[in-house]
DNA sequence: CTGTTAGCGCTTTCAA
DNA sequence: TTGAAAGCGCTAACAG
């Protein structure tokens, strides 16, 4: 190719890398012939010799929810990609394979950072993502160690269960996330803090658990649907099991806002199209993925260890038609309040089943 | 490291990558130290020097609906990965800077395939992907040159509207998806097709363009809603925009499936979840994902040029909710069908603005 | 401003 | 069975 255009090897590096340092002249040749031959550095090489790939690894939660997560990954891609950078896919796997692949990609040099989205840094065996020193950024779910780009949903959460509360609702149901999930112990902790400042004796909490799918939902709806006394108002850790829990009780008869009241977080496109449209936290997906993306730049610019830092984005809680006032018991119907000699144990955080 | 276990660099590597040409004795003693050293293989000095990665790009269309590509994404990984590959993302972007730079990294042997969701061989000025050479798979749309893993569609959606016709359907109305769109061009043709079979002058279809959004099924809906005469069975060329269109003319007071019948395509979640459940077909969207992953690592395996095949697989029509015969016109209402004058200019694919 | 050269870390002959 | 050495294609340091 050098030979071709009649210069060396170099002369054709710099023609490409710094134009600037080589004469009008031969820059013109260079780049005809290589317009002409239609060359292309050889990746592989120039990531040797220069220890970088122009390769950010994304990692992405066993059983990620595509309505929430391929936003954040069009905000990630969009920011990488003007950069000159690509995306490598890490789906975690049952098995844990594919966590020790890819701790192994990042030592092999074949990465230049990890943006990960599962809460917790890949570990494999004694290794640790963290060794290679890597710059290395969280997004929706803080994994120790990196810098971390969160959401406020602590306070959002609350906002929406004070919405119901607001509304006169007394009888809460909860739709957990599954146990142990880093946004499930953040959300719940908050509601907790809640209910433990609201009067006590005036409200009521059960909870039961979830797989963030709609499967999830169908399930919660179904142990609802077994409850005695029904909670008249409902907060789901996400959209998903909101919008399987309003699907499965209204086929057994329970009309939705007016009989139970329903609110999910994370503001996916469904939630504005399921019947009701749903009252829910709307999450700035793109917009993690792209601050968390921006942030992955800068640590690459100025390489060296840096203390962990969190960046904090805004949720949005946006009310629709699945959220009403409680329905007056008729006369004869049992009350949805507990009864008055109930009222000394508030806080009653069952797990259903 | 190769010092540290008093061998050469060259032992080293065989006992990594052929156990069986070495002795024992060194053999222990080579995988000891790496252990204990935490030793990985340089990822881009093995990939210089053997002229392979590991690593796949997948090619995604622009505006790619998560809720259907997600599922074939996953099926890719997951055979990838299981034989040790990894997924490059390559989501096409508007202004096709994206298109240039996946083009590229091909040419930069950064790459030793790609899966091309998008229903067409990139292209950059001059240069395409195919120029490499390397194996190539198209899944979901046939793109020129390559491998195809197809399904049934044009079968399925005659399948559905034949299903509208059979409950008693004569007047018809098709949300398609956008123009030039592969998948679109293939099932409006299978449906003119059938349209043109039927008996002439029975049956009338519109016709209106969508973007595979729940938007496109808004506008559609609302192009619905201003015809005078109002078809009674609606084909739509994707789920998302079925569930836009249905929520919409409810919103206007149409019933559905009472006043009409919706179908859609592709079987995502969601269509389980609206209201009503939508009939609808359902792709293997994993399954379409897993095949051209396998295929693309028989490619692989068998290096040179072969003669582009094409693999199909079976979409599955499943009848729900959103379809019921045509309500019976009341006394003094305009009846659904056309007048019998009209009955001459049989099919009418109007497009509606 | 341009050419020569060394070497990134690995695998693979070729000899021993 | 093992070691020595060449070289994958590139870029950066050094001469000229």
Same mark, same amino acid.
């Given at each position: 190719?050098?030979?071709?255009?009649?210069?060396?090897?170099?002369?054709?590096?710099?023609?490409?890398?710094?134009?600037?340092?080589?004469? *009008?002249?031969?820059?013109?040749?260079?780049?005809?012939?290589?317009?002409?031959?239609?060359?292309?550095p050889?990746?592989?090489?120039?990531?040797?010799?220069?220890?970088?790939s122009?390769?950010?690894?994304v990692?992405?939660?066993?059983?990620?929810?595509?309505?929430?997560?391929?936003?954040?990954?069009?905000?990630?891609?969009?920011?990488?990609s003007?950069?000159?950078?690509?995306?490598?896919?890490?789906?975690?796997?049952?098995e844990?394979?594919?966590?020790?692949?890819?701790?192994?990609?990042?030592?092999?040099?074949?990465?230049?950072?990890?943006?990960?989205?599962?809460?917790?840094?890949?570990v494999?065996?004694?290794?640790?993502?963290?060794?290679?020193?890597?710059?290395m950024?969280?997004?929706?779910?803080a994994? *120790?160690?990196?810098?971390?780009?969160?959401?406020?949903?602590? #306070?959002?959460?609350? #906002?929406?269960?004070?919405?119901?509360?607001?509304?006169?609702?007394?009888?809460?149901?909860?739709?957990?996330?599954?146990?142990?999930?880093?946004?499930?112990?953040?959300?719940?902790?908050?509601?907790?803090?809640?209910?433990?400042?609201l +009067?006590?004796?005036?409200?009521?909490?059960?909870?039961?658990?979830?797989?963030?799918?709609?499967s999830?939902?169908?399930?919660?709806?179904?142990?609802f649907?077994?409850?005695?006394?029904?909670?008249?108002g409902?907060?789901?850790?996400?959209?998903?099991?909101?919008?399987?829990?309003?699907?499965?009780?209204?086929? +057994?008869?329970?009309?939705?806002?007016?009989?139970?009241?329903?609110?999910?977080?994370?503001?996916? #496109?469904?939630?504005?199209?399921? *019947?009701?449209?749903?009252?829910?936290?709307?999450?700035?997906?793109?917009?993690?993925?792209?601050?968390?993306a921006?942030?992955?730049?800068?640590?690459?610019?100025?390489?060296?260890?840096?203390?962990?830092?969190t960046?904090?984005?805004?949720?949005?809680?946006?009310?629709?038609?699945?959220?009403?006032?409680?329905?007056?018991?008729?006369?004869? #119907?049992?009350?949805?309040?507990?009864?008055?000699?109930?009222?000394?144990?508030?806080?009653?955080?069952?797990?259903?089943?």
């Amino acid at each position: 190719m050098a030979r071709e255009a009649g210069v060396s090897t170099a002369t054709v590096s710099r023609a490409l890398a710094a134009p600037a340092s080589v004469s *009008e002249e031969l820059r013109r040749r260079v780049l005809e012939t290589v317009e002409r031959l239609g060359y292309t550095p050889n990746a592989a090489a120039r990531n040797l010799r220069g220890g970088r790939s122009q390769m950010i690894l994304v990692v992405v939660p066993r059983r990620a929810n595509p309505p929430f997560f391929a936003e954040v990954l069009r905000g990630i891609d969009t920011v990488l990609s003007a950069a000159g950078y690509s995306v490598i896919m890490g789906n975690l796997d049952q098995e844990g394979a594919k966590e020790r692949h890819v701790v192994e990609m990042m030592a092999a040099g074949h990465i230049d950072g990890a943006i990960i989205l599962s809460g917790k840094v890949p570990v494999s065996g004694e290794r640790s993502m963290l060794d290679t020193g890597l710059p290395m950024v969280s997004i929706c779910a803080a994994a *120790e160690g990196t810098h971390a780009i969160l959401t406020d949903e602590g #306070e959002t959460i609350v #906002e929406a269960a004070r919405h119901l509360v607001g509304l006169g609702h007394r009888d809460l149901f909860y739709v957990a996330g599954p146990d142990g999930n880093a946004n499930e112990r953040i959300r719940w902790a908050a509601l907790q803090q809640l209910f433990a400042e609201l +009067a006590l004796g005036d409200v009521r909490v059960r909870r039961t658990e979830g797989n963030f799918q709609f499967s999830g939902g169908v399930t919660a709806a179904e142990a609802f649907l077994a409850l005695a006394e029904r909670p008249t108002g409902v907060v789901c850790c996400n959209d998903e099991m909101a919008i399987g829990f309003m699907k499965t009780v209204q086929a +057994a008869g329970v009309r939705v806002p007016a009989d139970v009241s329903v609110v999910g977080f994370d503001g996916i #496109e469904f939630a504005d199209f399921c *019947e009701p449209t749903l009252t829910t936290v709307c999450q700035p997906r793109y917009e993690l993925g792209a601050t968390g993306a921006r942030l992955m730049l800068d640590l690459i610019k100025k390489p060296g260890p840096s203390a962990p830092t969190t960046t904090l984005l805004a949720n949005e809680f946006k009310v629709r038609d699945s959220t009403a006032p409680p329905r007056q018991p008729r006369p004869g #119907e049992a009350p949805a309040k507990a009864a008055p000699g109930d009222a000394k144990p508030a806080l009653v955080p069952l797990t259903i089943s």
